[in-house]
C-alpha cells in the first residue's frame, strides 16, 4: 500500500454505498483523481471541513493493493476552503461551470499545472470578491481554451487572414465548428453554426489572452464586451467539450 499525497482541489463527491463517498479532485500532481473516502458519510469528524466544493486541501492517499481500485483517502489537510465563494448562489454558479469545464476537460492522471495554477487563481479571485465575477469568467475561459489547445483565432480571418483591424465591417463571424473568425469576403453568409462579435470585444478578448494574468485583471470590460463574451464562449467551449454542461444551464438561470 504506497502512500502518496498532493495539493488538490475538490471538484465533486458522488455517494458510493451507504457509507462512502467518492471524491473527484483536480490534483496539482497527478491531474484529474478519484479517490474513495471510506466511511466519509459516517465520520464527519475525519474529513470536517474537507468534502466542500472548492476546497483547496493537501490529500493524503494509498493505492489499493488490487489492481483497477481507487486510491484510499485517508486524511486531508485544508489549504483554503474559500468558504466565501459558497455564500453567493451567483458566484457558486460560476464557480461550478469551471470545474465542470475542467472535470469534462482533463483525463484522469494526467497532471497539468498551468491549468490548476489558473483554476486555484480565479477560485482565489472569486474568492476575493475584487475582481467583476463575469470578467473574471471571460479569463478562466479563455485561458482555458488555450492551455487546452482549442485556442480559436481572434486575431484575424481564419481564411484569408486579414488582420481584425483591416476588416472594413463592423461585427466579425466566429463559426463555432472550425474555432475562428471568418470575414464576409470569405463566406461568413455560409456558416451554419456561427454568431457575429464586434471587433472591440474580439481584441477585449484576445488582449486578457495575451497579457500577463495580473495585467488582464485590470482591464475594464465595456458591458458590450461582458454580454458578448459570455455569448461566444459559452456556446463554444461546450461545443468543443463536446457536451452539455448542466452547471451552465443552472448559471444562466441564476444570472438572471
Ligand atoms: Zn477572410
Known amino acids: 500500500m504506497d ?7 475538490l471538484i465533486r463527491r458522488t455517494e458510493y454505498g451507504d457509507h462512502d463517498l467518492i471524491i473527484t ?8 483523481l478519484s479517490v474513495m473516502a471510506k466511511n466519509a458519510k459516517l465520520s464527519v469528524k475525519r474529513f470536517a471541513g474537507a468534502l466542500d466544493p472548492f476546497s483547496v486541501m493537501k490529500i493524503h492517499c494509498t493505492w489499493p493493493k488490487r489492481k483497477n481500485r481507487l486510491p484510499i483517502l485517508n486524511n486531508v ?4 476552503a474559500f468558504a466565501r465563494i459558497r455564500t453567493n448562489a451567483v458566484n457558486t454558479g460560476y464557480a461550478s461551470y469551471w470545474l465542470e469545464m475542467v472535470n469534462a476537460w ?3 492522471g494526467k497532471q497539468d499545472h498551468e491549468l490548476y495554477d489558473l483554476l486555484l487563481h480565479v ?6 470578491g475584487k475582481m467583476d465575477v463575469q470578467a473574471l469568467s471571460l479569463l478562466f ?5 488555450s492551455i487546452s489547445g482549442f485556442n480559436p483565432t481572434l486575431s484575424c480571418c481564419g481564411i484569408c487572414e486579414t488582420p481584425i483591424d483591416n476588416i472594413s465591417q463592423g461585427r466579425i463571424t466566429f463559426d463555432f465548428a472550425e474555432g475562428q473568425l471568418i470575414c464576409n469576403t470569405c463566406g461568413a453568409g455560409s456558416i451554419r453554426h456561427g454568431i457575429t462579435v464586434s471587433k472591440g470585444t474580439l481584441k477585449q478578448l484576445f488582449w486578457i489572452n495575451g497579457s500577463d494574468i495580473g495585467r488582464a485583471e485590470r482591464l475594464k ?6 454580454v458578448e463574451g459570455q455569448r461566444l464562449l459559452e456556446a463554444f467551449i461546450p461545443c468543443h467539450i463536446g457536451r452539455d454542461m448542466k452547471s451552465l444551464v443552472v448559471l444562466r438561470r441564476l444570472r438572471h
Open 106 to 108: 482533463m483525463e484522469e
Open 3 to 9: 502512500p502518496f499525497s498532493t495539493d488538490a482541489i
Open 221 to 226: 470590460f465595456s458591458p458590450e464586451a461582458i
Open 141 to 145: 475561459q479563455i485561458r482555458f481554451m
Open 123 to 128: 477560485l482565489d479571485g472569486l474568492n476575493g
Open 25 to 32: 479532485y483536480f490534483t496539482r500532481r497527478m491531474g484529474r
Open 77 to 80: 489537510d485544508i489549504k483554503t
